[in-house]
C-alpha cells in the first residue's frame, strides 16, 4: 500500500481532529460524574434530577461528537486492525445490549450497555488518533488533569459545603452521603496518581513537570479522605513498581540506598520501635473506619453477598439475566435491603450479568491486549514506559476487580481510564503493521 505525501498530511489531520474529540470526550465523561447526595439509583423517568440529566446530556454530547467523525475513521488506513484488536468488546457491548430482552429491567441493561458501547467507540477512535508521542502525551495529560478536576471538586465542596463533598459511607457503610461515593473518589484519585507518577518518572513532559506536585496533592488527599482500603495499598505498591521499572537504574537505587539508611537510623534511634507505638494505634483506627472486627473480616459485608451472587449465576450460567442486572427478578435481597446490587467483584458481576459468554468475551478482549502488547515491538525507552504504564493500569484493576464491579458498575471515571488504556495497547498492535505498509508516514506512539 503507497501513500502519497498529500494523503500523508490528511491522515495526520484526521488523526488530530480525532484526537481532540477523544480528548473532549475524556473530559466529559470523567468530570460529569457526580450524584444527587440522597438518590438511590434511577428505575423511572421521575427518579432523573438535574445532575441525571447533565450525565445522560454530556453522554450524548459525546456520542454526538464520535458520530460526527466517524468518517475520518472510517477512510483512516488501519480502521480495520483497530476494530479486530477491541473485536471483543465491541461483541460485549452488542450481547449487552442483546441482553435486556430477558433482563428485568430491560431500560437499565440497555442504557447501560450503551455507555459500554460509547466507550468502546472511544478506544477505537483514540487507537486511530495517537499517531505520535505528542498525541500520547496529550491524552494522558487530558485524562490525568480531568481526574484531578475530580478530586478538586470533592475538596472545595468539602470546605465549602460539607454536607456535598462529605466522603463518607451512611450508616451501613454502604451509601454515599455526598457528592461522589468514596469508593468511586478513592479509584479516581488512585488512578490520577498513577498517571502523574508514571507521567513524571517516564518521560520528560513538560504537564508532568508542571503539574506533578499539584496533582499528587490534590489526589493524595481525596484517596486519604476517602479512607478506601484497596485503593491505598494498591496505588502505594503500583507506585513503587512505577519506581522500579520506569526511571533509570542509578536513580532507582539511589532511591532505595536512601530508603534503607532512613530505615537503618530509625532502628539505631529507637531499636523498640516505641515511638510508633501511637502512630500505630491511629492508623489501625483509620483503618477499621468505624467497622467492627466482624465487618472488617467480612470485607464490609462481600462475605454476605458473594454466596447469593454465585446462586444467581447458577440460575442462567451462560447468558446471565442481563447487563447490570445481578438477579432474574432484577432485586436480591441482603444486608437488610432490596435492590440490584452489584456482585463486588468484576468477574462474578460479568458471569452474573452476562453469564458465560459474556465472561468469555471479558477474558478474551483483556487477554488479547496482553498478548498484543507482549508481542508489539519494543524501540526505545519511551515506547517501553507506555508499556509498563499498561500493564501497571491493568494490575489496578485485576486488583480492584476483587473487591468491586470496577468497569462493569454504573459509569464511573475509572471506565473511561480502563478502555482508553485498551486503546492505546490497540494502538501499540497496529503499529507495527502500520509502519510495513505506510513506511514513515504514521509514527508509532511513545
Same mark, same amino acid.
Given at each position: 500500500?503507497?501513500?502519497?505525501?498529500?494523503?500523508?498530511?490528511?491522515?495526520?489531520?484526521?488523526?488530530?481532529?480525532?484526537?481532540?474529540?477523544?480528548?473532549?470526550?475524556?473530559?466529559?465523561?470523567?468530570?460529569?460524574?457526580?450524584?444527587?447526595?440522597?438518590?438511590?439509583?434511577?428505575?423511572?423517568?421521575?427518579?432523573?434530577?438535574?445532575?441525571?440529566?447533565?450525565?445522560?446530556?454530556?453522554?450524548?454530547?459525546?456520542?454526538?461528537?464520535?458520530?460526527?467523525?466517524?468518517?475520518?475513521? !472510517?477512510? #483512516? /488506513?488501519?480502521?480495520? $486492525?483497530?476494530?479486530? +484488536? %477491541?473485536?471483543?468488546? =465491541?461483541?460485549? *457491548? @452488542?450481547?449487552?445490549?442483546?441482553?435486556?430482552?430477558?433482563?428485568?429491567?430491560?431500560?437499565?441493561?440497555?442504557?447501560?450497555?450503551?455507555?459500554?458501547?460509547?466507550?468502546?467507540?472511544?478506544?477505537?477512535?483514540?487507537?486511530?488518533?495517537?499517531?505520535?508521542?505528542?498525541?500520547?502525551?496529550?491524552?494522558?495529560?487530558?485524562?490525568?488533569?480531568?481526574?484531578?478536576?475530580?478530586?478538586?471538586?470533592?475538596?472545595?465542596?468539602?470546605?465549602?459545603?460539607?454536607?456535598?463533598?462529605?466522603?463518607?459511607?451512611?450508616?451501613?457503610?454502604?451509601?454515599?452521603?455526598? !457528592?461522589? #461515593? /468514596?469508593?468511586?473518589? $478513592?479509584?479516581?484519585? +488512585? %488512578?490520577?496518581?498513577? =498517571?502523574?507518577? *508514571? @507521567?513524571?518518572?517516564?518521560?520528560?513532559?513538560?504537564?508532568?513537570?508542571?503539574?506533578?506536585?499539584?496533582?499528587?496533592?490534590?489526589?493524595?488527599?481525596?484517596?486519604?479522605?476517602?479512607?478506601?482500603?484497596?485503593?491505598?495499598?494498591?496505588?502505594?505498591?503500583?507506585?513503587?513498581?512505577?519506581?522500579?521499572?520506569?526511571?533509570?537504574?542509578?536513580?532507582?537505587?539511589?532511591?532505595?540506598?536512601?530508603?534503607?539508611?532512613?530505615?537503618?537510623?530509625?532502628?539505631?534511634?529507637?531499636?523498640?520501635?516505641?515511638?510508633?507505638?501511637?502512630?500505630?494505634?491511629?492508623?489501625?483506627?483509620?483503618?477499621?473506619?468505624?467497622?467492627?472486627?466482624?465487618?472488617?473480616?467480612?470485607?464490609?459485608?462481600?462475605?454476605?453477598?458473594?454466596?447469593?451472587?454465585?446462586?444467581?449465576?447458577?440460575?442462567?450460567?451462560?447468558?446471565?439475566?442481563?447487563?447490570?442486572?445481578?438477579?432474574?427478578?432484577?432485586?436480591?435481597?441482603?444486608?437488610?435491603?432490596?435492590?440490584?446490587?452489584?456482585?463486588?467483584?468484576?468477574?462474578?458481576?460479568?458471569?452474573?450479568?452476562?453469564?458465560?459468554?459474556?465472561?468469555?468475551?471479558?477474558?478474551?478482549?483483556?487477554?488479547?491486549?496482553?498478548?498484543?502488547?507482549?508481542?508489539?515491538?519494543?524501540?526505545?525507552?519511551?515506547?517501553?514506559?507506555?508499556?509498563?504504564?499498561?500493564?501497571?493500569?491493568?494490575?489496578?484493576?485485576?486488583?480492584?476487580?476483587?473487591?468491586?464491579?470496577?468497569?462493569?458498575?454504573?459509569?464511573?471515571?475509572?471506565?473511561?481510564?480502563?478502555?482508553?488504556?485498551?486503546?492505546?495497547?490497540?494502538?501499540?498492535?497496529?503499529?507495527?503493521?502500520?509502519?510495513?505498509?505506510?513506511?514513515?508516514?504514521?509514527?508509532?506512539?511513545?
Amino acid at each position: 500500500m503507497t501513500i502519497s505525501p498529500h494523503e500523508t498530511r490528511e491522515f495526520r489531520r484526521d488523526s488530530r481532529r480525532l484526537l481532540i474529540v477523544v480528548c473532549i470526550s475524556t473530559w466529559l465523561l470523567i468530570f460529569v460524574t457526580f450524584t444527587q447526595p440522597g438518590r438511590h439509583g434511577v428505575h423511572t423517568a421521575q427518579d432523573v434530577d438535574w445532575l441525571g440529566m447533565l450525565k445522560m446530556g454530556s453522554r450524548g454530547l459525546v456520542c454526538a461528537m464520535l458520530l460526527l467523525v466517524a468518517p475520518l475513521a !472510517l477512510r #483512516h /488506513p488501519q480502521r480495520r $486492525a483497530a476494530v479486530q +484488536s %477491541l473485536l471483543p468488546w =465491541i461483541l460485549l *457491548a @452488542g450481547f449487552g445490549m442483546l441482553s435486556s430482552g430477558w433482563s428485568a429491567l430491560p431500560a437499565l441493561s440497555m442504557a447501560q450497555a450503551g455507555c459500554l458501547g460509547l466507550l468502546v467507540a472511544m478506544a477505537i477512535a483514540a487507537a486511530l488518533a495517537l499517531d505520535s508521542p505528542q498525541g500520547v502525551s496529550r491524552l494522558l495529560c487530558h485524562t490525568a488533569c480531568s481526574l484531578t478536576a475530580v478530586s478538586t471538586v470533592l475538596l472545595l465542596a468539602r470546605f465549602a459545603l460539607p454536607h456535598l463533598g462529605e466522603l463518607a459511607r451512611n450508616a451501613a457503610g454502604r451509601g454515599a452521603e455526598g !457528592l461522589l #461515593h /468514596p469508593t468511586t473518589a $478513592a479509584s479516581t484519585a +488512585s %488512578l490520577g496518581i498513577l =498517571i502523574f507518577v *508514571a @507521567g513524571r518518572l517516564g518521560w520528560p513532559w513538560r504537564w508532568a513537570r508542571m503539574a506533578f506536585w499539584p496533582g499528587m496533592a490534590v489526589n493524595s488527599f481525596v484517596l486519604a479522605l476517602s479512607a478506601a482500603r484497596l485503593a491505598l495499598a494498591l496505588t502505594a505498591a503500583l507506585c513503587l513498581l512505577l519506581a522500579l521499572v520506569m526511571p533509570p537504574r542509578t536513580r532507582f537505587w539511589t532511591m532505595a540506598l536512601a530508603v534503607c539508611t532512613a530505615a537503618c537510623t530509625f532502628l539505631a534511634v529507637d531499636p523498640s520501635w516505641i515511638s510508633l507505638e501511637s502512630p500505630t494505634r491511629a492508623l489501625a483506627k483509620y483503618a477499621r473506619r468505624g467497622q467492627s472486627s466482624r465487618q472488617v473480616t467480612g470485607l464490609s459485608g462481600r462475605d454476605e453477598i458473594w454466596p447469593l451472587m454465585w446462586e444467581s449465576f447458577l440460575e442462567s450460567p451462560w447468558i446471565g439475566h442481563g447487563y447490570y442486572v445481578t438477579s432474574a427478578q432484577g432485586k436480591v435481597r441482603v444486608w437488610n435491603d432490596r435492590g440490584n446490587f452489584t456482585a463486588h467483584n468484576l468477574f462474578l458481576q460479568s458471569l452474573t450479568t452476562t453469564g458465560l459468554i459474556g465472561f468469555g468475551l471479558l477474558l478474551w478482549g483483556w487477554s488479547q491486549a496482553a498478548v498484543a502488547l507482549r508481542r508489539s515491538r519494543t524501540t526505545g525507552r519511551s515506547r517501553q514506559h507506555l508499556k509498563w504504564l499498561l500493564v501497571v493500569l491493568w494490575l489496578w484493576f485485576l486488583g480492584w476487580g476483587m473487591l468491586n464491579a470496577s468497569f462493569l458498575a454504573p459509569f464511573q471515571p475509572e471506565a473511561v481510564v480502563f478502555f482508553l488504556s485498551m486503546g492505546l495497547a490497540a494502538r501499540l498492535a497496529i503499529a507495527c503493521p502500520l509502519e510495513r505498509t505506510v513506511g514513515q508516514t504514521v509514527e508509532a506512539p511513545g
